[in-house]
């Protein structure tokens, strides 16, 4: 559990210094504590007059940034910070009331000339955001930063040369900005410090791909990653999407024949598959309260499955991630579904509206089981999975991703990402339906014409976030 923070604050250039101490206040303790300051607040309001607009937007503040009183003469930081506390990076852009809708972006499509072109084809949709690759898939940071850290100096390369005429961009048609960091899937720190990795036989082990792993169990292998997210809140990005928060795929199968260090968790009383999961979900717990100052939000990409049942090999739980989190990405691509691997459905690949939707209820279930669930932000397939056995596959259009998003509003999920990892988006696709949707995560209204009905068949792509 973690306790809350102690916040003290001033300001200095445009950034909020904090001073921060820790003090031990049991779970039950703060929920009172907060349960009894928001009554307070509620009261003093009640006293006051409230006819005026600004005395319920005081109100309304009170009631998000409550805090529970303390003895001492700090204040206990909120669990979402105003934003008078936060970094302000200078770009304004505001998260989508109608929900996030993005595509994915390479460092290399962002900071050349296919971004004008992919942010054309935002603005001439209903889409509204951009996952722009921040650590790529070998481990390379994209743009260079003012850090100090040593390794994100060596590591970080100018391929996105103008992050703030980037940003000037996305801000002038308030395209939300999302900062993909590849975490534990990193061939260039695992060569450079084969200490932080898997090593076999004296060398790096690598899987099939020839990509290596760093250890989530290494405490400096999550600074250095939230480091990275740092620089990207500083340089405008309002969300950090974490990807590859993982083990290697297979890692059960051969955790007995590599070496590597169980770090902080070798002498705890859990069993092998207990610690990978506590150390991958300690890292996303440790991430978003590191970043809670930059006042970014923090999502997760995660298998599918995980939400069927844990992943132990690879140290992943649906639930505890997304406990963690502001934002869970699944990623339940149909052509990622073995053949009758789900419920009355051959050839998942051939059906994509009954593979998200399926998909969706389970989702669901798991996540009405968390006290405080994240926003449900499911990656989309558009690519054509034509490296399948023939007969399992089609070409994926307009009408498979409709397909698929229709699926997700018929069960209440009004958020989602497209994947194509040659950044090349299906034109001609209707990302309402139809339908009018107010705020974010909230109800849908239909208009007066009925929404599509699914079309027969789909298609895909050899390319995926995460592992797909």
Not at 310 to 338: K, L, R, T
Not at 357 to 381: A, F, G, H, K
Not at 383 to 395: C, E, H, I, K
Request: proline share 5%.
């Amino acid at each position: 559990m973690i306790k809350p923070w102690k916040l003290s604050a001033f300001v200095v250039a445009g950034f909020v210094v904090t001073t921060l101490s820790i003090t031990s206040v049991s779970a039950e303790e703060e929920a009172e504590d907060t349960e009894q300051d928001v009554e307070e607040t509620e009261e003093d309001s009640e006293e006051a007059d409230e006819d005026s607009d600004e005395g319920s937007e005081d109100e309304s503040e009170a009631r998000l940034f409550a805090i529970p009183d303390a003895e001492e003469d700090l204040l206990t930081l909120p669990r979402l910070i105003p934003d008078r506390f936060t970094y302000d990076s200078g770009v304004n852009i505001e998260y989508p009331e109608d929900g996030v809708r993005g595509i994915f972006s390479t460092a290399h499509s962002a900071g050349g000339q296919k971004f004008n072109e992919l942010v054309d084809f935002v603005d001439s949709t209903d889409l509204n955001a951009m996952v722009i690759d921040v650590k790529d898939d070998d481990g390379f940071i994209t743009f260079e930063t003012d850090s100090e850290d040593e390794r994100v100096q060596e590591n970080s390369r100018d391929v996105i040369t103008d992050v703030e005429g980037m940003m000037d961009t996305l801000e002038e048609s308030q395209i939300y900005p999302i900062a993909r960091v590849v975490v534990f899937k990193d061939t260039i720190l695992g060569k450079q410090e084969p200490e932080l990795s898997f090593t076999e036989g004296g060398n790096v082990w690598t899987n099939p791909g020839g990509s290596a792993f760093v250890n989530p169990f290494s405490e400096e292998v999550w600074e250095y990653n939230v480091e990275v997210a740092r620089q990207a809140a500083e340089a405008g990005f309002k969300e950090i999407q974490f990807d590859y928060v993982r083990f290697p795929e297979g890692f059960g199968s051969r955790d007995d024949m590599l070496n590597y260090t169980e770090g902080n968790y070798a002498d705890t009383d859990m069993d092998r598959y207990e610690k990978r999961i506590a150390a991958v979900t300690d890292f996303v717990e440790y991430a978003r309260e590191e970043l809670r100052e930059y006042g970014v939000k923090v999502s997760v990409d995660i298998f599918g499955v995980a939400a069927m049942y844990d992943e132990p090999n690879i140290g992943q739980s649906f639930a505890a991630i997304s406990e963690n989190v502001d934002v869970i990405s699944s990623m339940p691509y149909p052509s990622h579904w073995g053949e009758g691997s789900l419920p009355g459905i051959r050839y998942p690949d051939l059906e994509p509206y009954n593979v998200m939707d399926y998909y969706s209820q389970v989702e669901n279930e798991v996540l009405e089981e968390l006290d405080n669930p994240p926003v449900s932000r499911p990656w989309l397939q558009d690519f054509t999975a034509s490296y399948l056995p023939d007969g399992q596959w089609t070409s994926y259009d307009a009408p498979e991703i409709e397909a698929q998003i229709k699926a997700l509003y018929d069960n209440n999920i009004y958020e989602f990402l497209l994947w194509n990892a040659g950044n090349n988006y299906t034109p001609g696709v209707d990302y309402k339906l139809g339908l009018d949707i107010e705020i974010a995560g909230a109800e849908l209204m239909e208009d007066d014409e009925e929404m599509p009905e699914e079309d027969s068949e789909e298609e895909s792509d050899e390319e995926d976030s995460d592992d797909e």
